[in-house]
């Protein structure tokens, strides 16, 4: 193998390690905001309720501005 074998095999897995690392931190970002959603909505009455209407209610309970901080802290945290 070559020098330019080796330096195209490298440019493939450092865009796969890229998009790994993208979908990482997404799914850290969804992980966090359903866990405070879940303990938002903690003190809510859902007894007697479908378990689908549950966890609407959860993520009612979590308005936008708390999800983009959510957002912006993980992505800072794994940025720095």
């Known amino acids: 193998m070559n020098f ?3 330096q195209d095999r490298a440019r493939r897995n450092t865009r796969y390690l890229v998009l790994l690392l993208v979908a990482a931190v997404f ?9 405070f959603a879940v303990l938002a909505s903690w ?3 859902h007894y007697g309720q479908a378990p689908l209407s549950h966890w609407k209610g959860s993520l009612q309970a979590l308005n936008p501005s708390t999800s983009l901080w ?3 802290s993980i992505s ?3 940025i720095l």
């Not at 799914?27 to 866990?35: H, K, Q, Y």
């Open 70 to 72: 959510i957002s912006l």
């Open 76 to 78: 800072c945290s794994v």
């Open 27 to 35: 799914s850290l970002i969804v992980i966090t905001t359903l866990l």
């Open 43 to 45: 003190g809510q009455d």
């Open 4 to 6: 330019f074998e080796h």
